[in-house]
């Protein structure tokens, strides 16, 4: 690994940073993408935000597959929603909460659009596994965490809980 990555943890301030816009193609940006591929890999994560890492550029990797051997990488991911009374609910889990999972409801009828590392512009229709993920990981991006989709009540005791924890 290059850089020295560390996930931020609720309730770090810093996660709810809105990233900007990555502009720059270049080879750090590259170099980044593959450390937070390392990272989640060793942590075990399905979808790494850079705004969890402390990088605030929208930057997104996932990989869903069992096998763990199918890295993804989304520059500047955007998403429309194509159809609204479409919804797809799973329980959702967070690097950045560690030990919390929470059934979230989110659209499943979404189009896609990102660019590659090298800047190429794409397109898709993603599904399953992959909306929630993608969604999950833009939220980061906006600074939005999965705790937010909970009541108040329920934060406050996810965040004495974790605060806890880390203070161990
Ligand atoms: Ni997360």
Redesign the pocket.
């Known amino acids: 690994m290059v850089n020295e990555l560390k996930i931020l943890k609720f309730p770090d301030p810093r996660l709810r940073t809105v990233a900007s816009k990555v502009t720059k193609f270049d080879k750090s940006l590259e170099i980044l993408a593959n450390d937070m591929l390392e990272l989640m890999y060793k942590e075990n994560g399905i979808?790494l935000?850079a705004t969890?890492v402390n990088h605030h550029i929208r930057l997104i990797t996932i990989d869903i597959s069992e096998e763990r051997d199918s890295p993804m990488i989304f520059v500047n991911p955007e998403f429309e929603i194509i159809n609204e009374d479409s919804h797809l609910s799973f329980e959702e889990g967070?690097?950045?909460v560690p030990g919390f999972n929470e059934e979230i409801t989110r659209p499943d009828n979404i189009k896609l659009k990102w660019q590659d590392i090298k800047g190429e512009e794409h397109e898709d229709m993603p599904s399953g596994l992959l909306t929630v993920c993608i969604q999950?990981?833009i939220d980061?991006l906006e600074g939005k965490l999965?705790v937010d989709y909970v009541s108040p009540i329920k934060r406050e005791r996810i965040k004495k809980k974790l605060t806890k924890m880390y203070a161990k």
């Open positions: 979808g935000a969890q967070c690097l950045s999950h990981e980061h999965m």
